[in-house]
């Protein structure tokens, strides 16, 4: 090597050592942010027209009669479990894989989340244990489509039509995802989704709760705004009239802010959708040899929203593998430590380490990998790269 060549190799050498490949970077374009500057050069900042217009559009990507923004996916689950008139004495069968806010909101509404173990293949509920964890005071299942691979929704409609169950899908993983021609809501009696700031359409905070029962829609549009009977919208554009409040809601409606951000992200979906997927692909592939890892299956009547690209490896070494990956410049996550060993949940339930033990083997040993479409080729074969010296 001479000398110029070997400064370049010392250089390239330098910057991949200080290279960071971050876990999400968004893809808000120019279109997205110009909607937004309309926004703010126009009058209404709050709920209005641009909801409304993100709503529609909404519910027409997802197939549902109705969709309703509000300010993230936790509200979105809190107001279907209020809508259902589910609170004290009540039980709620849940997945301990997943984002604590699945739990957290059986909680607010004073019911008692009931945790059903896993799928080893798949990180899902089990729909084949739910029949076994229900009881005379089971009111609904709130199944998880983690990462973005629908959940077995046949078997679970079934099992809540033979109990008399309410079925609300979180579904904050899954926009784009279809399992055996269905979609998320399609089956269940509200899906619930999320647009913070690391999900596949995000607006930094947001949510929308969809539902084809247009009384349930109408009693969305004024539970997410305290219960009142005519929001700001309608009181400035028709004549002015009195409101009253004639339920309790909650606060979490949806600014013309946050839809501006997203009104072109859904058109924008499947073809980002398609660049998951390419990315999906090309770490299958490459993943496939490294006999220290393992991949989630993804089911072949499934269409995977490609969220998050989670790997397997020893549970011993995963902190250790955490560290030396993020050392080398390649950003992680760990999705999820399963809900019932949150000290909350154990403090509060008596929880201990073996009542969930697929949840707890996939909770121990799991990894996520940066998966976003803005990653080039170079980049994903570094994260391989890294991947391939630190896992043996
Ligand atoms: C599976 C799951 N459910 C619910 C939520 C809550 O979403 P939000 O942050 O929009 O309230 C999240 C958030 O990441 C999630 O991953």
Redesign the pocket.
């Known amino acids: 090597m001479d000398e110029a060549s070997s400064y370049i190799h010392k250089e390239q050498h330098c910057r991949n050592a200080l290279k960071k490949i971050e876990f999400y970077r968004h893809n808000i374009s120019s279109e997205d942010k110009e909607e937004l500057l309309k926004v703010l050069d126009s009058i209404f900042l709050t709920t209005g027209d641009i909801t409304k217009l993100f709503e529609e559009k909404f519910a027409q990507y997802i197939n549902s009669n109705f969709a309703v923004g509000v300010?993230?996916?936790?509200?979105?689950?809190e107001l279907a479990l209020r809508y259902f008139d589910i609170g004290p004495g009540d039980e709620v069968i849940t997945t301990p894989m997943?984002?604590?806010?699945?739990a957290n909101?059986i909680e607010y509404v004073g019911a008692k989340p009931v945790f059903v173990d896993v799928e080893k293949t798949t990180g899902n509920i089990n729909a084949n244990l739910i029949e076994e964890a229900i009881t005379s005071k089971t009111k609904a299942i709130i199944p998880?489509?983690?990462y973005g691979q629908i959940c077995d929704m046949i078997n679970i409609r079934k099992i809540a039509d033979r109990h008399g169950l309410k079925v609300i899908e979180?579904?904050?993983?899954c926009v784009e995802g279809v399992r055996d021609d269905i979609r998320p809501g399609n089956l269940g009696d509200a899906a619930?989704?999320?647009?913070?700031a690391?999900?596949n359409l995000t607006c930094g905070?947001?949510?929308a709760i969809t539902c084809n029962d247009v009384k349930m829609y109408k009693w969305l549009l004024q539970a997410r705004q305290h219960g009142i009977t005519s929001d700001a919208a309608s009181r400035y554009t028709k004549k002015y009239v009195s409101y009253d409040v004639n339920f309790l809601g909650i606060k979490c409606n949806m600014s013309n802010i946050q839809a501006a951000l997203m009104l072109h992200q859904i058109d924008r979906l499947d073809s980002l959708h398609n660049k998951r997927a390419e990315i999906v692909n090309l770490y299958d592939k490459a993943l496939n040899d490294f006999s220290n890892l393992t991949i989630l299956k993804v089911l072949s009547n499934v269409k995977h929203a490609y969220?998050l690209y989670t790997i397997l490896v020893n549970a011993s070494k995963r902190q250790s593998l955490l560290h030396a990956l993020q050392e080398d410049g390649v950003g992680v996550a760990v999705?999820?430590t399963p809900i019932h060993l949150m000290t909350y949940y154990k403090n509060k339930y008596g929880y201990s380490i073996g009542d969930f033990p697929e949840a707890e083997c996939i909770g121990a040993s799991t990894i996520s990998l940066p998966l976003y479409p803005k990653l080039n080729r170079e980049e994903i074969d570094f994260v391989i790269d890294k991947l391939s010296k630190v896992v043996f």
């Open positions: 300010m993230s996916c936790t509200h979105a689950l997943s984002f604590v806010a699945t909101v998880v489509h983690l979180d579904s904050a993983h619930c989704f999320s647009f913070y690391t999900k905070e947001g949510g969220h999705n999820y």
